[in-house]
């Protein structure tokens, strides 16, 4: 054998993963930003070993912690998001090597409505502004009182109710931010070409749909953007969109700041084309900026919503590392085969025909019996569960490894 080869073999083995006996090895998880104790502790301490600092996990369990420039070494299995936005991580190099990207969508959806909400409110009665000027007040001769009635009237805002919210992505988020909306009394225009049949079930049916964005836009008093950041949502709102608002109308921003392109956004401030912005992420050109309200990326910062991304992603990850099972990964599809006391293997492979067939051809050729099976596929992508009734030699895992198509294979014992 030469020392690729063994070198090769390994690895292979660092991926068979086995349960139940004294020996087995943990799986270890590296972390990376604040996530809740809560949810970490679904990885129980008898077979997980976390921590900041390790170096080749098996998974890696991280909030915003931009992944883009980061080496991932090999050893990653499954990549867990504590929260709904996926632009952090490479999702598409991922994929090609047959890792699944894990997040916890819905789970932030509740903390996020709430501060967009609070953001409605922050514009429309100018609260920043009128805190300051509180905040800035000295009662030195006993004038208090009367400077407060005599300026508050540099504070007077709007009403919600009766004016119109354009919300747009209709998923988790936007859905939520458009009910409550409707409580408060706004009307609700709503745009979002790829509504899932579920957003539309829990939409308030009064929400009016818009047949565009541009239509959405020029209804909107105020504009509330609930996208996922992706090549075709960067830079939605650019001058010509931003030019689409009725004039005076507020942007609120809790999705990206890619989303709202800023040289557009700061000239619509300058001239007071916009009412206001109101946005979860800071940038240079916004601090101190007239008519910019800047929250430090605040949406998904409550114990509720980092408790419930925390162990969402945590059972995902767990599920997946010791049964092989998927759900809610990003890139790959949804995939469960009840578990039994055989050994399993996990495979992702490229959605191509002849998959199955080679996989399985090589098993029968060593004369391996196979006791349940299950291959889903989902895009560019598939995930082929075998359950079969002995282990595999790190060998067999390198053939089937070798595969053209096969992205990673692993056995669970
Ligand atoms: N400020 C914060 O702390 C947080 C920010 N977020 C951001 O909010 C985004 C949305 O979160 P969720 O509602 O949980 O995600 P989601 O996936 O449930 O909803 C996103 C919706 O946007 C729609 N969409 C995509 N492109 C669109 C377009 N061009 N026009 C209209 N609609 C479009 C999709 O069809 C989907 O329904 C996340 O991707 C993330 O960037 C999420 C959680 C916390
Ligand atoms: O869930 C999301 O997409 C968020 O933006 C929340 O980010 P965080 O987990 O608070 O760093």
Redesign the pocket.
Known sequence: MDTNQSGLNMRLAEHITVSSEGNEEKFKIKTY??LSPIGLEKLSSARYEIGSEIEYPDAILL???DLHNVVIPDTVKAVG???????NIPVDELSARGVPVF??PG??ANA?TELTIAGLLMAARNIPEALAFVNGLKDEDGGLDARVEQSKCRFSGIELAGKTLGVVGLGAIGVKVSNVARALGLKVVGFDPQMTLENAWRLSSDAIPADSLNELLSRSDFVSLHVTLNDQTRHLMDDIRIGKMKPNATLLNFS?AEIVDEAALLAALDTAMLRAYVS?FPSPALLNRPRAIVLP?????TKE??EN?ARMVCEQVRDFLENGTIRCAVNFPDIHLSRNEHFRLAIANDNIPGMVSQITAILAENNINIVDMLNKSRGNYAFTLIDINERISPELLARLISIKGVLSARGIA
């Open positions: 930003n604040n909030r915003s912690q998001r504590a929260g709904s936005g996926v632009n997040n916890a789970a932030n996020v990206r979860d990326h605040l949406g998904a910062s919503a980092e991304c």
